[in-house]
């Protein structure tokens, strides 16, 4: 997939479902609702962009993928006021600290793409989805209802994803 745009949009395509699956059942086993799923994805769907240098190819993809399903799950969760238990065991292995080499790329990777939105879509999606601000206190500062702020959240993520699926 390095520098190949076709291979890395047929690859998003086909683990589209896979990462569907996982969220389904890891929105069954927090006790989060279903329609929570389809946001995680999203924010799942930006994390593989924004976090692909990290993942190692001689490991398999799989665990990786189900890790940031469950980190954005449980990252969801919080913002909603909501607290998901994980077991110690399902995450030890991930609490290695990252590379500031990736860190740095990320950020710059971060603010190249979130660029390209249009205001209020690019602070909305900083302060939910990088920030961790809720719903309510991003709607709060930016004088917009609730329910404009989830559909401008909803949208920008879906012109990140086509972004960076034509790229």
């Known amino acids: 997939m390095k520098g190949d745009a076709q291979a890395y949009n047929r690859f998003l395509v086909a683990v589209t479902p896979y990462l569907r699956a996982t969220a389904r059942r890891r929105c069954d086993q ?3 609702p279903a329609s929570e799923a389809e946001d995680v994805v999203q924010e799942v ?3 593989i962009h924004l976090k692909r240098g990290t993942w190692d190819p001689a490991r ?4 990786w993928l189900t890790t940031i399903v469950r980190n954005k799950l449980v990252d969801s969760l919080r913002r909603r006021g909501r607290h998901g238990n994980v077991p110690l065991e399902d995450v030890s292995e991930f609490l290695e600290a990252e590379d500031e080499t ?8 971060t ?5 390209r939105l249009k ?3 690019r602070d909305i ?5 990088l920030e961790g601000a809720s719903v309510r206190e991003t709607a709060a500062r930016l004088k917009m209802t609730e329910v404009a702020v989830r559909v401008s959240l909803h949208r920008a993520l879906k012109s990140l994803a086509a972004l960076y699926r034509s790229e």
């Open 45 to 47: 769907l930006l994390a």
């Open 125 to 129: 999606v900083r302060s939910i989805s």
């Open 102 to 109: 990736h860190e740095a790329a990320d950020r710059l990777d």
């Open 30 to 32: 927090y006790g989060a």
């Open 111 to 115: 603010n190249t793409m979130l660029d």
């Open 119 to 121: 205001d209020p879509q």
């Open 60 to 63: 398999p993809l799989g665990p």
